[in-house]
């Protein structure tokens, strides 16, 4: 078996290679372990009838204790924002300098993103 291919990476070749060295050590259970899993109890594919409410009731509150501690959290936010924003001496060239960096971190991230591996 190869483990060169034209489309893989050097992990893939690494994990082939891995794989083609213990190949050769598999020990066959003459088809023990299919036995064991045939003589499982079938797993029961229906959720409990409580479970649903039970998350719908959580997520509620959850959901309910975000917007009672939000409004505080999110106003204190902003006032130290605006207290270190205001604090700073800031230029026309500083903002010039920040969204050209932001549009090329922008760019960067679109075109990675993007990219047809």
């Known amino acids: 078996m190869t483990n060169k291919r034209p489309d893989d990476d050097w992990l893939d070749r690494a994990l082939r290679a891995h794989g083609d060295e213990h190949r050769a050590a598999y020990l066959d259970d003459a088809g023990f372990a299919a036995r064991v899993l045939a003589a499982l109890p079938p797993v029961p594919e229906v959720v409990p009838a409580w ?23 999110a106003l204190d936010v902003g006032r130290e924002a605006f207290r270190l924003l205001a604090a ?29 591996d």
Not at 95 to 116: D, K, M, P, S
């Open 51 to 73: 479970r649903r409410p039970a998350v719908a009731v959580l997520w509620a509150v959850a959901g309910a204790l975000a917007c009672v501690a939000l409004p505080g959290a």
């Open 88 to 116: 700073q001496p800031v230029s026309l060239a500083q903002i010039g300098v920040t969204l050209a960096a932001l549009g090329a971190a922008t760019w960067a991230a679109a075109a990675w993103a993007l990219r047809g």
